[in-house]
């Protein structure tokens, strides 16, 4: 099936500096990724959706200068967290949308990330 | 706009009991639905969906069956296990590439 691969699956940073997390489609091409922040007590918020070779689509209320999405092939997207604070600590997953007859969306491992 | 509410957590079953999750949505026209799980520190696996009125998704002993009568999406199974510990999460789509709606999330922890 489907498999969507995501990197680091932890990291720590400094406050101040910027991290940027990989999601890859290793069997398919994935043209719509999305990417979510999960907060404790479970809730995923969409944070945007990602098409290949346009510009990322954000949610209200989610800071397009913070959270860099850039969707250059169609295996790949990629998150930045630019400059980094400890309110950003996150978990942070993607998803690609799979297509076909089996249509469905695959979701990588996720990534914690702490700011500290 | 669509939305999706499921039965809040936590909730603690013993082995072998019943288990039900209670899901309801608010759509335009027909959305396919989705059961997601999530167990501890990974990401969410699908496991089970329907994407038209009256299906029904099964996979490892938990059934769902879209009822578009009552708007809803119930997850269950009947007999649970400890390794069925886990976040669940119901989620539409209006289909094609468009986002997964999520609802909030319901804990189950199964004892021994």
Known sequence: GAVVSQHPSRVICKSGTSVKIECRSLDFQATTMFWYRQFPKQSLMLMATSNEGSKATYEQGVEKDKFLINHASLTLSTLTVTSAHPEDSSFYICSAWTGGADYGYTFGSGTRLTVV | ?112
């Open chain 2, 1 to 112: 706009g669509n939305s999706v509410t499921q039965m809040e957590g936590p909730v603690t079953l013993s082995e072998e009991a019943f288990l039900t999750i209670n899901c309801t949505y608010t759509a335009t026209g027909y959305p396919s639905l989705f059961w997601y799980v999530q167990y501890p520190g990974e990401g969410l696996q699908l496991l089970l969906k329907a994407t038209k009125a009256d299906d029904k998704g099964s996979n490892k002993g938990f059934e769902a069956t879209y009822r578009k009568e009552t708007t809803s999406f119930h997850l269950e199974k009947g007999s649970v296990q400890v390794s069925d510990s886990a976040v669940y999460f119901c989620a539409l789509s209006q289909g094609g590439s468009e986002k997964l709606v999520f609802g909030k999330g319901t804990k189950l922890t199964v004892n021994p």
